[in-house]
């Protein structure tokens, strides 16, 4: 039925939308496809032109929504101005670059004091962001020469821009490699070396040897760095404080590290050489898991640089819902956008919402169809398919590319590779496949990876909620047609796929549906004029769990899926109540869960006593530690395991470094560090292939892996 062709094209067409991030899609000759597969969400490329324009924008959206796409193809539109640069950082990686090892950490908390570390981190967190601000920039810098030579007459710019090049990566290295950024381990390593000298030698010499080399003292460092200290009796040094140690250090770093002392000589520079702007692309700004981090980046980095009057940097930030924190950026001078189809297509009228998600998931592969096939899209599925094909590709993926491209994937393994068409049951099969291998190994394999206690508390509670939502699902399909309204009564068939809760409530859900457990439909007001929230449970759950997806035929969506008996908070509340018990540290008195949002307006201050604080009790406390002890030894990082999970779920396919960053949304330096400390734990095995003309490392589970990690995957929601 299909030609050898046809399987190569449509297995490029999966590959572009599962790799739906900063996958720079290439044609044979090595050109750059991404324009032209480009799709926006809104007319007139309105999406795009929030990252073309003159201002700071936030893009909001789960996992997969394109957010990185479409920085991707701003980059390739700002190349082609004359006066206009774009450099693109993904935080993730800056991050990386920024961790402390263990053995650091206490070395520096012996010696500064355990508040000195979040200084420390503030320090490295802004070299890594320079450092790499300034790498990308000579990247972008050297690009823009190149497209100049070829696609630009200015003539009368190209030596001012090749200096301005020159200073800069002269710069970079200066800057980076020498004085301020050198000298601040300099001045710490120097500062603990010297008390341990003087401790244990009674020596008030200047020298200081660290790791087997003469160094600065730390008055020569300190001398250096404008600081007027005097080397000290050692009995005075043996007793100089912490928290003494600590102020010098941060007195150095507020001398040295204001973004905009720094780069300021930047934006003068590339002034002079006639650009009007730079662009700076924050991706994967949420993935930064530490909350304080997440804040020291906004207030050091990014809102001094917003705030900044000289106007020549913006920022475009992607950013996950419930995971932003602007600081003292000013919310009504910035763009704000979120790309998930329930707020970008927000309608009063429920039925247009839909109508326009539906068209945009067609418009994608109407587009990528011509890009990479020489057949159209709808001949890969099955004629009786067909009429209502992208109506149910857009409920079992809500619109997000990536889940497309993954869905697709599965339809073209288990169906379209051996000659058939994509049927209604093949395609509700490769929806559970999704939900099983993408979505529920979050809770089903978590136990396997390290996390913070709470973290796990918060991961099975979540787990357990899901649950509650799903029972409360069945028991309400076997109920209504007896206990129900008269709406009910009248069906043959109870859907019970989607469920509302009041507005203010929506917290509750974050987590799920960050996780696309849940996604939020519609808002609208209920029969009695409260404001709520719609919510539809995932597609491949609902498949496997036998829940009707949708609503009756002939029945009107907006009253339907607002029937009293899908109002799900009651249910909520009362699993919370299992939870969480919120309880005044003086008093003694207990709240309900439903005042927490409003405790917190007070700092968690008692009501009744006003003088205790109100403290959260979370359960599944004993659950949790069971877990801990039975998995401690096998648990791995985060980032290891999904290198491992990734090779797991597709072992035939050729995993080296690039790849495996593309799938799992890193950098490839990144991987190819984790991969060689697996490799070391006989969890990887590597060899090299010769792949697009080059010899690379392409690894492999072990045995040892296979068993250990993905030999006992769960397959039902109530399994462990």
């Known amino acids: 039925m299909f030609s050898q062709t046809s399987f190569s094209q449509m297995r490029k067409l999966i590959e572009s939308l599962k790799r739906y991030n900063r996958y720079d899609l290439k044609d044979e000759d090595d050109n750059s496809l991404i324009e032209q597969v480009y799709v926006d969400q809104l007319p007139d490329e309105g999406v795009l032109q929030l990252a073309l324009n003159d201002n700071t924008c936030f893009f909001i959206g789960r996992k997969g929504t394109g957010k990185s796409t479409v920085f991707l193809v701003a980059q390739e539109r700002i190349r082609k101005t004359n006066n ?14 920024a961790q402390l090892s263990r053995l650091e950490i206490k070395k520096y908390t012996d010696a500064l004091g355990e508040e000195a570390i979040d200084t420390l981190n503030t320090y490295l967190l802004h070299k890594a962001f320079i450092g790499q601000f300034l790498k990308e920039l000579i990247v972008e810098m050297s690009k823009y020469i190149r497209l100049g030579l070829m696609e630009r007459l200015f003539s009368d710019r190209e030596a001012e821009i090749q200096n301005a090049l020159d200073q800069l990566t002269a710069w970079g290295e200066h800057v980076l490699n020498t004085d301020s950024y050198r000298d601040i381990p300099l001045f710490i390593e120097a500062k603990i070396a010297e008390k341990g000298l003087l401790k244990h030698q009674a020596s008030t010499s200047e020298a200081v040897e660290i790791k087997g080399e003469s160094c600065f003292s730390l008055s020569q460092v300190a001398s250096k760095l404008g600081f007027n200290i005097k080397s000290k009796a050692s009995n005075n040094i043996t007793e100089e404080s912490s928290h003494e140690l600590h102020k010098e250090f941060k007195d150095i770093l507020t001398l040295y590290f204001d973004v905009k002392s720094l780069l300021g000589p930047i934006a003068d520079l590339l002034k002079n050489a006639g650009f009007k702007r730079t662009y700076i692309f924050l991706d994967d700004f949420s993935e930064v898991e530490e909350e304080t981090t997440l804040k020291t980046m906004v207030d050091v980095l990014i809102a001094p640089l917003n705030n900044w009057s000289n106007d020549f940097f913006k920022y475009k930030i992607a950013a996950y819902p419930g995971r932003v924190y602007y600081g003292i950026i000013d919310k009504s001078k910035i763009d704000e956008i979120s790309l998930d189809f329930y707020d970008i297509y927000a309608s009063k009228k429920l039925p247009d919402l839909e109508q326009k998600a539906i068209d945009y998931t067609q418009r994608m592969l109407d587009k990528r169809s011509q ?9 890969y599925v099955d004629p009786v398919f067909r009429s209502t094909f992208y109506e149910e590709l857009f409920k079992a993926t809500m619109n997000n590319p990536r889940r497309i491209g ?3 994937h599965y339809c073209f393994n288990n169906q379209i590779v051996h000659g058939h068409r994509i049927t209604t049951t093949a395609f509700k099969e490769a929806a559970i496949k999704l ?7 979050v809770f089903s ?6 996390q913070a206690f709470g973290e796990r508390l918060m991961v099975q509670s979540q787990r357990e909620l899901l649950q509650a939502i799903v029972s409360k699902a069945k ?36 987590t799920l549906e960050h996780n696309f457990f849940v996604t939020k439909y519609h808002e609208q007001a209920d029969r009695s004029g409260k404001d ?19 609503r009756p035929e002939k029945t009107d969506q907006g009253k339907y899926y607002t029937e009293r008996a899908f109002n799900y908070l009651p249910t909520i509340q009362e ?7 919120i309880k005044c540290n003086n008093c003694g008195k207990e709240y309900p869960t439903e005042q927490l949002q409003a405790l917190k307006l007070y700092d968690m201050l008692c009501y009744a006593c006003k003088k205790g604080n109100c403290e959260l009790s979370l359960g599944y406390k004993a659950l949790v530690e069971e877990i801990e002890e039975r998995y401690r030894a096998i648990q791995l990082p985060q980032l290891d395991f999904e290198i491992l999970k990734t090779i797991n779920d597709n072992p035939t396919d050729d995993w080296y470094p690039t790849v495996l960053a593309e799938e799992i949304d890193t950098n490839y330096r990144v991987i190819s560090r984790h991969a060689e400390k697996l490799i070391r734990a006989g969890l990887l095995m590597k060899e090299r292939k010769v792949i697009k003309s080059k010899g690379r490392p392409v690894y492999s589970l072990t045995t040892e892996a296979s068993n250990t990690y993905f030999s006992d995957s769960p397959s039902s929601l109530h399994q462990e």
């Open 371 to 379: 890009v990479f096939l020489s057949i159209d899209f709808l001949d």
């Open 532 to 550: 709520i929230t719609i919510y539809s449970l995932n597609y491949g759950l609902c498949q496997r769990e036998g829940i009707l997806l949708g």
């Open 475 to 510: 028991d309400l399909a076997k109920k209504l047609p007896i206990d129900g309204s008269e709406l009910f009564k009248k069906q043959k068939q109870i859907f019970t796929s989607h469920f509302f809760i009041h507005r203010d409530f929506e917290y509750l859900l974050l």
């Open 575 to 581: 699993f919370l109540k299992k939870f969480i018990t």
């Open 435 to 441: 939900y099983r291998e993408k979505d529920e190994p």
């Open 406 to 408: 993954y869905l697709l």
């Open 445 to 450: 394999q978590n136990v396997k990876i390290q």
């Open 84 to 97: 206009r640069l774009a450099v693109y950082l993904d935080i993730k990686s800056v991050f990386a670059q």
